[in-house]
C-alpha cells in the first residue's frame, strides 16, 4: 500500500526566504504526482503536476521536482510572501489509487 | 469559470438523518470522486467515477451511496447519519484518458467542500 509522508508538518518562516516542502512515497510505481494548496476553510487548489515520466516543473515562484527511484518530491517555493501561507499536499497516483500526504502547514510571516 | 460546484457549504444533521450532497462540474470530466477530510487522517477516497453509469468504492465507503446518471453531477448519499460522518467533504473531478487503463492520469480539481456535523 502506498504511503505519502510529508516533513514538515509545519514550518515557520520570515518573507522573503526561499524554502523546500517534502513529500516522500514508499511505491514508485507511479503515474503521476500532484502538489496542491489549501487555504483555512477552503478546498484544494492544483499548484503542479508531474508526470512520471518529467524530473520537474515550474509556475512562477514555485518548482517541484521529482525522483521516482528514491521515492521523493520537493516543492521549492522562492522568495515566499505573506499570501504563500497555506497548507501544502501532495498527491501521488498509482495504478489504481491516489495517494494524499497529511500536508506541511506553512506560515510566512512579514 | 464555475469548475467544480458543491451545495451544500455547511449541514448540520442528526443522527439518523438522510442528506445529499451535490457536487457538479462544467469541465466535461469523466472523472469524478468524493473525498473526506479529518484532522490528522488526511484526505481520504470515499467512492468515485470513471463516468456516467460507473461508480466504484474508495478507501472508506460505508454509510455513503452515490450514482452517476449524468457526466456532469456525482451526489453523496448519507442514508443514515452518524457522528463518526462529521467531516469536510470534497468532490474532485479530472479529465479520464479513454482508455482508462488504471484511471486517470490527468490533474484534479476539487471542489470548495461541504462541512457536516452529524449530532
Known amino acids: 500500500k502506498q504511503e505519502v509522508t510529508q516533513i514538515p508538518a509545519a514550518l515557520s518562516v520570515p518573507e522573503g526566504e526561499n524554502l523546500v516542502l517534502n513529500c516522500s512515497f514508499t511505491?514508485?510505481?507511479?503515474?503521476?504526482l500532484q502538489w496542491f494548496r489549501q487555504d483555512p476553510g477552503k478546498g484544494l487548489t492544483s499548484l503542479l503536476l508531474?508526470?512520471?515520466?518529467?524530473r520537474e516543473q515550474t509556475s512562477g515562484r514555485l518548482n517541484a521536482s521529482l525522483d521516482k527511484s528514491s521515492g521523493r518530491s520537493t516543492l521549492y517555493i522562492a522568495a515566499s510572501q505573506p499570501g504563500d501561507s497555506a497548507t501544502y499536499l501532495c498527491?501521488?497516483?498509482?495504478?489504481?489509487?491516489?495517494?494524499f500526504g497529511k500536508g506541511t502547514m506553512l506560515l510566512v510571516s512579514p | 469559470n464555475a469548475g467544480v460546484t458543491q451545495t451544500p457549504k455547511f449541514q448540520v444533521l442528526k443522527t439518523g438523518q438522510s442528506m445529499t450532497l451535490q457536487c457538479a462540474q462544467d469541465?466535461?470530466?469523466?472523472?469524478m470522486s468524493w473525498y473526506r477530510q479529518d484532522p490528522g487522517m488526511g484526505l481520504r477516497l470515499i467512492h468515485y467515477?470513471?463516468?456516467?453509469?460507473?461508480?466504484d468504492q474508495g478507501e472508506v465507503p460505508n454509510g455513503y451511496n452515490v450514482s452517476r446518471s449524468t457526466t456532469e453531477d456525482f451526489p453523496l448519499r448519507l442514508l443514515s447519519a452518524a457522528p463518526s460522518q462529521t467531516s469536510v467533504y470534497f468532490c474532485?473531478?479530472?479529465?479520464?484518458?479513454?482508455?482508462?487503463?488504471?484511471?486517470?492520469?490527468?490533474?484534479?480539481?476539487f471542489g470548495e467542500g461541504s462541512r457536516l456535523t452529524v449530532l
Open positions: 474532485a473531478s479530472s479529465y479520464s484518458p479513454p482508455s482508462g487503463t488504471g484511471g486517470w492520469t490527468g490533474e484534479l480539481f
Open positions: 511505491d514508485s510505481a507511479i503515474y503521476n
Open positions: 508531474i508526470q512520471s515520466s518529467q
Open positions: 498527491a501521488v497516483k498509482g495504478y489504481s489509487t491516489l495517494t
Open positions: 469541465m466535461n470530466h469523466e472523472y
Open positions: 467515477s470513471v463516468g456516467a453509469g460507473i461508480t
